[in-house]
């Protein structure tokens, strides 16, 4: 049985590679893809339809690529970006 926010990667070619979030359980489950083959988070919108019953045949569990942001980096980046679009007109 497979969780809402649960993360897969496909062990197969079967499905595009990448990291995928349950989105939907049921019977297919629905995964959206969140991350490319390398871990790198990603807003494709892509999303698979999979059999339960082959889910774990083509599937492994994968770690959620959100797990390592750094929110203090993040606004570090933000506060960073908004210095440079002032910092153009001066």
Partial sequence: ???I???YRPTTDDY???VYRVVGTGNPV?????ADADGRRSHTGHLERVP???LEE???QASDPDAGIDPIAGLTNALQGLYWQIRRFF
């Avoid at 629905?30 to 969140?34: I, K, P, Y």
């Fill in 1 to 3: 049985m497979v969780d």
């Fill in 5 to 7: 926010r649960e993360h």
């Fill in 16 to 18: 595009p590679q990448g």
């Fill in 30 to 34: 629905a995964l959206l893809r969140v």
């Fill in 52 to 54: 339960a019953e082959i």
């Fill in 58 to 60: 083509h599937f492994e």
